[in-house]
């Protein structure tokens, strides 16, 4: 099959990019439809990435212009980027057309019906409560539960969130829960440790209000003052929201000393090395359906301290001891991060239950043909392998 992965702006790019491999090498043609990622293009971007949406919008120029401007001719390039997909798909038509992301539902929603008309339409609901509650603009909040019922087949990570489409209105049929591979196979600690002998604590991603970042400021200010003196918080991201009252919460808390800021986008080769250094993970999230950097943690074995929700809760249930803790509750994770940054064998502990954890996530061959299977539920037009049925049918 010829499959077309469309992530405008690349929002899970390294998701995209393990599941076009993944689906590759069961023997099918993907492509990633998105924007231009870098100036110096790696080998997987020239082997899958479809550089179509936003052109120019790259440039120097376009990124001095004020935020109001650059959304307004985003939306404008975003809706000309898919007439001119469709135009493209309509003289060569793919198999199957898998959105990863609908990021302007208002716009988007006019153009679903049109890509229908060339080929099954797939959506993988990565936020069920759309990008968390937190989109970049108000437009983005249009119709955004009413896009989802203009494609054939749906795909979460999670039964909480196959729930939250069922409560909005989604047939069961036409939901497929999908579990989110490893991004990488193992991240190796680094010869030399943390600088000062301090334990690390990340809290790694794009920033944004559900992130919880003042959740775990209270945290941190809520540990003894002789614990709080052993750790240090790093908190590192390209921000997407108003920094000064973060940075006014550090300093009326007197945080000074133990939190250190990274704002910016993390190049693709520094992620491993960032996640290697840390001593714990944590995700104090408001909401959350799926997390990349989980998938991180676990590879890297890196014990975890993450709010009780979405994936969080359906990986780390039998290991919720000191690791999930109620979300917006300050106390009860500091209570967890004193007892990770006092006891190093009890942190160890649970590193080892992260690498053990690690066996059980699927492989991105299993989640290929598991994708396959909801491809054959999109439509008629697609078969499915007797190898996806059996897959489907066991939830492996």
Request: hydrophobic residues 45%; positive net charge; proline residues 7%.
């Amino acid at each position: 099959m010829k499959i077309a992965l469309i992530d405008p702006s690349l929002f899970t790019w390294p998701y995209d990019l393990k599941l076009a491999k993944g689906l590759t090498d069961i023997g099918h043609a993907a492509s990633i439809v998105g924007r231009q990622l870098g100036q110096k293009p790696s080998v997987d971007e020239d082997l899958f990435l479809d550089r179509h949406f936003y052109p120019g919008l790259q440039s120097r120029f376009f990124k001095k212009l004020p935020r109001n401007v650059q959304l307004g001719l985003k939306g404008l390039s975003h809706a000309e980027s898919m007439t001119r997909l469709i135009r493209r798909f309509r003289k060569t038509p793919p198999d199957v057309i898998h959105f990863q992301w609908a990021p302007l539902a208002i716009v988007d929603s006019q153009f679903i019906p049109k890509f229908r008309r060339v080929a099954p339409t797939v959506l993988t609901v990565h936020d069920s409560n759309p990008f968390n509650n937190n989109p970049s603009s108000r437009i983005q909040r249009i119709g955004a539960f009413k896009i989802l019922h203009c494609f054939d087949h749906l795909i979460v990570h999670t039964t909480v969130a196959r729930d939250r489409l069922l409560r909005v209105g989604i047939p069961s049929e036409k939901i497929s829960v999908i579990a989110h591979g490893l991004l990488t196979d193992h991240i190796a600690r680094p010869a030399d440790e943390s600088a000062a002998g301090r334990v690390q604590i990340l809290l790694f991603g794009k920033i944004k209000p559900y992130k919880g970042v003042d959740v775990m400021l209270r945290a941190l200010a809520l540990l003894p003052r002789e614990v709080r003196a052993r750790c240090v918080v790093k908190i590192v991201g390209w921000p997407e929201m108003p920094m000064e009252p973060l940075f006014a919460m550090v300093k009326d808390l007197q945080l000074e000393d133990h939190v250190e800021f990274d704002l910016r986008f993390i190049p693709e080769d520094e992620v491993t090395s960032l996640v290697a250094r840390a001593d714990i993970l944590a995700f104090p999230y408001r909401d959350i359906d799926a997390s990349g950097v989980l998938m991180l943690a676990i590879a890297a074995g890196r014990p975890i301290v993450a709010s009780n929700l979405g994936t969080f809760s359906e990986w780390l249930s039998d290991r919720a001891e000191g690791t999930l803790v109620p979300p917006g509750d300050p106390a009860a994770l500091s209570r967890s991060l004193e007892r990770l940054i006092s006891d190093p064998d009890y942190r160890n502990a649970k590193g080892q239950g992260m690498l053990d954890l690690r066996d059980s996530v699927p492989t991105w061959t299993s989640i290929a043909r598991l994708t396959e299977a909801a491809y054959a539920k999109a439509g008629r037009r697609v078969d499915a392998p007797a190898s996806a049925q059996v897959l489907q049918r066991s939830g492996n």
